[in-house]
């Protein structure tokens, strides 16, 4: 598995999409579990086997998609784990959980389905760019095509019935991931948090609940699933999603009229310490490459494309930093190459490249 994405660069998704200078994904995620099996949290250590032996079975044998590829996470080692987490194709709660579980993902890893998280099975749909309604068509059609093969627990009053009382009804969790740089920089977040809170959104980090906003990227989704359908929830999500894009690109454009020069300058320093620094930790290199990032769409940094800040943001995590450059799990060593890679892949820019603002 290690060798299939080492030699894949980035997921589809990170390629970008519409609004993707904010928004740089959308994922729609559905939960399920099979009618007549406890939940997770009260199978047994059989029942819970058997469950992902069944599930495996149909994912395998339902032509859902071309290449998809079936793995058992109990079999893996902590740095692939670690990989699928990075490229958010599992939560990291199913990385670190001890039950037999699995996972498959298209060859794209556009779709990735879960088995044995915190419900029996979770499909999830990611996709670049500001597409929620394209992500839910998907999950929509594997949720079908599995739907006719297994029975999911399911009430007439409460529909999908899910581990967690938060899920039941539709199941369905839409989420995109923004990057906010000039909401963070301009101290802006208590905005941010009214429009969540005034349209009942969730608000969380890069790898959602419980984490920060690494590389000044966050998540929205959804808080209802009961009472409310699929669609409504996309759009939903989607209607906050454009006030928040609004909200983001004001500020960019207010910090470039009236503080230009300061902006450049914190712009400068950012690729100018990402192009020469011999050692650099994993966060302190996504804050920095969030400048970057923000900078190339402001049109301060000539020949940093999205598609290359974002690859970065992704490269030099730490799994992938071991699987691509060093398989060492030595932080000291690994700071060394995540420098080295750094300064490799810029230097298609010079610093006196940014422009004047």
């Known amino acids: 598995m290690l060798e299939t994405l080492k030699n894949k660069t980035v997921s589809q998704w990170l390629r970008g999409g519409p609004e993707g200078d904010i928004v740089l994904s959308s994922r729609v995620r559905l939960a399920r579990n099979i009618a007549k099996y406890p939940f997770l949290s009260r199978a047994g250590a059989q029942q819970v086997a058997r469950i992902e032996e069944i599930l495996r079975n149909k994912i395998q044998?339902?032509?859902?998609?071309?290449?998809?590829?079936?793995?058992?996470?109990?079999?893996?080692?902590?740095?692939?784990?670690?990989?699928?987490?990075?490229?958010?194709?599992?939560?990291?709660?199913?990385?670190?959980?001890?039950?037999?579980?699995?996972?498959?993902?298209?060859?794209?890893?556009?779709l990735s389905i879960m088995v044995n998280e915190e419900d029996h099975l979770r499909i999830q749909a990611i996709y670049g760019g500001l597409r929620l309604s394209e992500a839910a068509e998907t999950v929509l059609k594997v949720d079908d095509l599995l739907g006719e093969q297994l029975p999911y627990a399911f009430s007439a009053d409460f529909g999908y019935l899910t581990a967690c009382p938060t899920n039941v009804g539709t199941a369905m969790r839409a989420s995109v991931m923004l990057h906010l740089p000039a909401i963070i920089m301009s101290r802006e977040m208590d905005g941010l948090t009214r429009i969540c809170e005034e349209m009942d959104l969730a608000l969380r980090g890069l790898y959602g609940e419980g984490t920060h906003g690494a590389a000044d990227i966050y998540q929205i989704s959804n808080n209802t699933t009961l009472g409310i359908s699929e669609q409504e929830i996309t759009d939903h999500i989607a209607a906050a999603t454009e006030r928040i894009v609004e909200m983001e690109r004001n500020i960019r454009s207010s910090l470039l009229k009236q503080h230009g020069k300061e902006l450049r300058g914190r712009i400068t320093k950012a690729f100018d310490l990402l192009c020469c620094t011999k050692s650099i930790s994993s966060e302190e290199a996504l804050n920095l490459l969030s400048q970057v990032r923000m900078g190339a769409h402001l049109g301060l940094i000539e020949g940093v494309s999205e598609s290359r800040t974002n690859e970065l943001l992704l490269l030099t995590l730490p799994a992938h930093l071991q699987t691509i450059v060093c398989r060492e799990d030595d932080r000291v060593k690994r700071n060394e190459?995540?420098?080295?890679?750094?300064?490799?892949?810029?230097?298609?820019?010079?610093?006196?490249?940014?422009?004047?603002?």
Do not use: C
């Open 61 to 110: 044998s339902g032509n859902i998609e071309p290449h998809l590829q079936y793995y058992r996470l109990d079999s893996m080692d902590p740095l692939e784990l670690n990989l699928l987490v990075e490229r958010h194709l599992i939560a990291r709660d199913h990385a670190e959980s001890d039950l037999v579980r699995g996972v498959a993902f298209s060859e794209n890893e556009n």
């Open 337 to 357: 190459m995540r420098a080295s890679y750094l300064r490799e892949h810029l230097t298609t820019t010079s610093p006196s490249d940014t422009k004047e603002a």
